[in-house]
């Protein structure tokens, strides 16, 4: 019965999927189906005990959901086996047709203490998550290696916006003209904010070079007690290879239709300096002159992205 119900839904699902085209929410590209629900999202309401993971797409999100889920779970495997990552910890904003729900369907009636994804610029957070001091932990990825991950994420996401050739990719991501906007923008906002609210804020880069150390970060944001035993287990756990090769970990419950994983897999390579085999000598100099030019004034720097 469960296996006819999802062919039905498949079947329906499969009538109106289709590449969203971007359209502006406060000056920020959303694909369609986001902005067409965008009053739900906005308000939202906020519980004082929701935790919020948030990056820019592509900078460490699922590996973030999957470390936050196995903290709260005191490091139990099985238990965070218990489903795939986007039904342990909805995406917030996300908005596909029905049949399949939204974000916010997901959220609004789940118990607490509840965890989820967004995407959202700072700004475009609902007002209620700083009203109720909600935690949030930011993962932030050097521009260049998040670009080349997106890239290949646009490819196989049959419902984001085709990204085009690969040099005009560079451009749309140089002028925020990708889903979620500017990663430029992104990125500082929530630097600059983490002195006024509850935000943790950590780097992809950190996170490769020692995992134990930011997961001991991550459990001290949430005043969780951890012996050093288990958060040795949840490194390995969350280790680019164990989580590649967890079918809860890495959306691999994503259907074809949605995920087309003859163009890229979604744990892809999870390396830093990955650009370096994209990028062209002149793509690399015009794509640093602009970097230092929006990058400018702030303290917030990330390691090999020059
Ligand atoms: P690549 O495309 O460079 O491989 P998000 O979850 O925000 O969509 O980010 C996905 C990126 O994070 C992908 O990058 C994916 O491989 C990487 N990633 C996911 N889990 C990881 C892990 N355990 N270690 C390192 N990188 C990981």
Redesign the pocket.
């Known amino acids: 019965m469960a296996t006819c119900k999802n062919s039905e839904n498949l079947l329906q699902l499969k009538e109106v999927l289709r590449r969203f085209p971007l359209v502006p929410v406060h000056g920020i590209p959303l694909m369609e189906p986001i902005a067409q629900q965008w009053a739900r999202i906005e308000n939202f309401e906020a519980r004082p005990d929701d935790l919020i993971i948030s ?1 820019y ?7 973030m959901q999957e470390i936050v889920d196995l903290i709260l779970v005191g490091g139990d495997t099985e238990k965070a086996r218990r489903a795939p990552t986007q039904v342990r910890i909805p995406f917030l904003e996300i908005c596909v047709p029905p049949p399949l729900p939204s974000g916010v369907d997901k959220l609004v009636n789940a118990p607490s203490p509840r965890v989820m994804k967004t995407h959202l610029p700072f700004q475009l957070l609902p007002k209620s998550f700083l009203e109720k001091n909600c935690k949030i932990i930011y993962v932030a990825r050097n521009a260049k ?1 998040n670009l ?2 997106y890239f ?2 646009d490819q196989m996401h049959l419902m984001q916006p085709d990204p085009g050739p690969w040099d005009g990719y560079v451009k749309k991501f140089m002028s925020g003209t990708v889903p979620w906007g500017s990663w430029y923008d992104h990125v500082r906002r929530y630097w600059d904010e983490r002195e006024n609210h509850r935000i943790l804020y950590l780097f992809y880069e950190d996170m ?1 070079e020692d995992l134990a150390r930011e997961i001991r970060r991550v459990k001290d944001f949430l005043e969780v007690d951890l012996p050093e035993d288990i958060i040795q287990k949840i490194a390995h756990h ?3 290879q164990v ?1 590649k090769d967890n079918p809860m970990a890495n959306y691999d419950s994503v259907p074809s239709i949605i995920f087309d994983r003859t163009k890229s897999s979604f ?5 830093v300096g ?1 650009w370096k085999n994209y990028f062209t000598v002149a793509q690399k100099e015009a794509f640093d002159a602009d970097y230092l030019l929006k990058m400018e004034g702030t303290t917030l720097h990330f390691r090999d992205v020059l």
């Open positions: 990056t797409p592509k900078g460490g999100t699922t590996w290696d080349v991950s290949f994420f490769k969350t280790s680019f989580m744990m892809r390579k999870g390396e990955d």
